[in-house]
Structure formats: C-alpha cells, structure tokens
C-alpha cells in the first residue's frame, strides 16, 4: 500500500466536518464535550454550517503578480473545479466547506497536496486534522501524519497547507475552539438535554 493510500484511506465526514472519536473533555456543567457531542447542538451546527456554506459559495481563483500586477493565472488549475479527480461529484465547494468546517470545529485546517510528475498539484485532500501532529526540525516544521493503518507518516510544508484558526507567538497548532469553549457549550448540551426530558415526561413538573 503506497503511503498516500495509508494517508487517505477511508474518510467520514458528517456535513463536510471531521468526526473522530477524541477522548471527551467533561465540562462545568457535568456533560462530556467533543467535536461530536458539540454538533449535537442545535445552534453550534448551525452555526458552524452557516459559516462553512457561505465560505464555500463565494467565488476562488488563482493568481500570478508580474511586475508586481495581479493577474489571473491560466489555464486555471484543475483542483479549482475538481479537487479530487476520481471523485467528480466532489467540487471546489466542498473542499472548502470541509476547510471552514475543520477550522471551526478543531481550529486547524491540515490540506494534503498531490502532485503529478511534473510537480504540478493535481489532487487537494482535507485531511482529519486529529490525526496531523506539528513539530519543528531547526526551526522548520514538518508533520506526523497518521495513517488508517496507524503507521505514522512524515511530510513537508510542501506536501501540507496548514491553516490555523487563531495561534499567537511560537504556536504551532491552534487551540481547539471546542475545548476553548466547551463550559458554554456544556451549558448549552444540557439544557438541551433538560428540556427533552421535561417534554418526554409530559412537559409535567415533578411534584414537591
């Protein structure tokens, strides 16, 4: 199995969001929070949709500065339209859905590139950013991919795009907005949780 096979392998994906299976962290509130127990909330997926939808539909294109003029650069790159050329039905709008997806939810967005033999990109995966870890060899960094096979896989720069949702000083990942605000969020679980149980036993006080 050849490495980028191990590194792609089998994605999930619910609503262009990674979900893994991450130790939840337990908040104030008593409830356990994760990436997927958070989209369980009404609001926090909607929002996060919201967000990812509208990114997602707002034009791209690519660049070139000649003379230090901006110009269109054509012919424009295959991966605009068609990201993953064995998938058609996987366009441009979902690759960036699922980059704004990763970005609001693990607060990382970690971009595969695959190039062809002449060095061209010809294939753009989102990849799970739990499985991506940062580290830094004279000042550089590189990355520790995990592959579905959980053989650790090393990768330059030139083959990841790392965006980081906030990060300040020598942060070389992002904090997670999820553990960041996982309070409010428990709040917001069990509330949910509390009116469904008030609903389920009638909507009916129980007796002092």
């Not at 939808?53 to 294109?61: I, R």
């Not at 904090?175 to 960041?180: A, F, I, K």
Request: neutral net charge.
């Amino acid at each position: 199995m050849s490495i980028l096979r191990r590194i792609i392998g089998e994605t999930r994906a619910i609503g262009g969001t990674w979900i893994t299976d991450n130790q939840p962290l337990v908040s104030s509130a008593g409830v356990a929070i994760n990436e997927q127990t958070a989209l369980s909330i009404g609001a926090y997926y909607a929002a996060v949709k919201l967000y990812a939808d509208t990114v997602a539909s707002l034009p791209w294109d690519t660049y070139i500065r000649i003379d230090g003029t901006r110009r269109p650069y054509r012919p424009s790159p295959s991966w605009l339209t068609t990201p993953q050329p064995g998938n058609p039905n996987f366009t441009g709008f979902d690759l960036k859905h699922r980059m704004v997806s990763s970005l609001l939810v693990d607060g990382n967005c970690f971009v595969l590139f695959i190039r062809g033999r002449n060095g061209d990109i010809v294939e753009m995966r989102v990849l799970d950013p739990k499985r991506v870890e940062i580290r830094e060899r004279d000042g550089i960094p590189y990355y520790i991919v995990t592959a579905q096979d959980n053989v650790a896989v090393e990768l330059t720069a030139d083959a990841i795009l790392h965006i980081p949702l906030f990060a300040t000083g020598s942060m070389l990942r992002a904090p997670s907005p999820v553990e960041q605000h996982r309070t409010t969020l428990g709040l917001a679980s069990t509330t949910q949780l509390y009116s469904a149980k008030f609903y389920e036993q009638g909507a009916s006080p129980s007796a002092v």
